[in-house]
């Protein structure tokens, strides 16, 4: 399989405006041409690929990135994004995990925590769990939209269809605002089976060093799945745009999805045609007059006599 092609991460895009069925993307790809080993070798290029275009979009100044990683307890989001973005300067990187929000940030819009989180120009953004909660546990758990307090919804029943299709759109409208000022956002979505979340969670339960990753609140979620699923596809459905897709990622394997997003992190990249500022013909000259000035600089006590040197015997 050529990872490398232009057209790879067309195979993991959603279509703007079409029904979503997750049953139509795979959780395990049919990657066989492609052995582990050959796909860590790949993952360590791309790597090493990101690092640099970093450099550059830093050194261009116009774009930022922002990357949203969402998925089922246990689809990999923090391992994807320990693994993947390793090779970035964290000085330009900043990665945000929203939790459930507190008493100040719902005494605002559901997007105002997030608006706070953004990456400057130059940086990268990483949203581990992101906005889009707003539109998946509060779909399955609509109580908890109550919590915000907004007007004219008091109760359950008033959390109906045109309420989230309104919500989608005020997301599509904070995104398209964004592009529209030079974030470049993609989203990846860890497309997980439910037999592989059971064998991770049976993992995290057996291995002394990962009972910290576990919770009951894990398994009672579990309890949703078809619930979440079809909150997925709606939110999938609705929200993949041209400037800032969705990208459906098979996550039974870890090594192929990590393989995956980063080519298709990379590949978008490759888009921006990034390049190194130039400078004209005044700003090249003067650094030639500092190279110069530095050539012929003397730095004290560079040349040390030997006369001076005394033998302490």
Not at 76 to 95: F, T, Y
Not at 122 to 139: A, C, D, K, M, P
Not at 170 to 180: C, G, L, P
Not at 292 to 313: A, F, I, R, Y
Request: glycine share 6%; with cysteine; hydrophobic share 35%.
């Amino acid at each position: 399989m050529d990872t490398l092609s232009p057209d790879f991460s067309e195979r993991f895009r959603v279509s703007p405006d079409t029904a979503v069925s997750l049953k139509d993307f795979e959780t395990d790809y049919d990657h066989k041409a492609l052995s582990k080993e050959k796909g860590e070798q790949l993952l360590q290029e791309g790597i090493h690929l990101m690092a640099q275009l970093q450099d550059k979009l830093y050194a261009h100044g116009q774009y930022s990135v922002l990357l949203i990683f969402q998925g089922m307890d246990s689809a990999g989001k923090d391992g994807a994004i320990k693994h993947v973005l390793s090779g970035l300067n964290p000085q330009g990187v900043r990665v945000s995990s929203f939790k459930e929000p507190n008493a100040l940030e719902l005494s605002h819009d559901f997007l105002w925590r997030h608006y706070c989180a953004l990456p400057g120009r130059g940086q990268i953004g990483i949203f581990n769990r992101s906005h889009y909660e707003n539109v998946l546990i509060t779909r399955v758990h609509p109580e908890l939209i109550l919590q915000e307090n907004l007007p004219g919804i008091r109760s359950i029943d008033e959390i109906d269809n045109h309420f989230w299709k309104v919500r989608f759109q005020q997301i599509n409208e904070f995104e398209r605002t964004q592009t529209a000022n030079g974030t470049v956002i993609l989203k990846f979505f860890l497309h997980l089976s439910k037999k592989e979340q059971k064998k991770r969670f049976l993992e995290r339960i057996d291995n002394p060093a990962k009972n910290w990753k576990f919770s009951p609140a894990d398994l009672k979620e579990r309890g949703y799945w078809k619930e979440y699923r079809k909150s997925y596809e709606e939110m999938l459905g609705h929200t993949s745009t041209e400037r800032s897709p969705w990208f459906v990622i098979p996550a039974d394997d870890k090594w192929f999805s990590r393989l995956a997003i980063a080519q298709i992190i990379s590949i978008e990249f490759e888009k921006l045609k990034l390049s190194y500022p130039s400078l004209n013909p005044a700003q090249k000259a003067s650094l030639e007059e500092a190279k110069q000035s530095l050539l012929d600089e003397k730095t004290k006590g560079e040349e040390v006599p030997e006369t001076t040197m005394k033998s302490p015997l």
